[in-house]
Nanobody
Framework: QAQLVESGGGLVQPGGSLRLSCVAS????????MAWYRQAPGKQREMVSY???????TYADSVKGRFTISRDNAKRMVFLQMNNLKPEDSAVYYC????????WGQGTQVIVSF
């Protein structure tokens, strides 16, 4: 059964950092590009960052220079290092393969607030 498990969210003050982690089942992860998405209350889910199997990355303009995506193919894991967090980064964050958008994990909540 395909599975995605995200972790690492929490409450952080503006300017702070968090590192999100995601473990994916082999049926999703193997040879696949992976991405981090986020969904804030009342808003549509959006892609934050994308990484190919080989490690090429792209970022949404809103997070460029602050977030870094990486992956460990041997462990089937994807990471999102988030620095200089802003209140507008508050959302539930999900990882997924763009080829697997019919199935999602539970996500991990990030709250950026004083």
């Amino acid at each position: 059964q395909a599975q995605l498990v995200e972790s690492g969210g929490g409450l952080v003050q503006p300017g702070g950092s968090l590192r999100l982690s995601c473990v994916a089942s082999g049926s999703i992860f193997r040879f696949a590009a992976m991405a981090w998405y986020r969904q804030a209350p009342g808003k549509q889910r959006e892609m934050v960052s994308y990484i190919t199997w080989g490690g090429d990355t792209t970022y949404a303009d809103s997070v460029k220079g602050r977030f870094t995506i990486s992956r460990d193919n041997a462990k089937r894991m994807v990471f999102l290092q988030m620095n200089n967090l802003k209140p507008e980064d508050s959302a539930v964050y999900y990882c997924n393969a763009p080829s697997n958008l019919d199935s999602w994990g539970q996500g991990t909540q990030v709250i950026v607030s004083f």
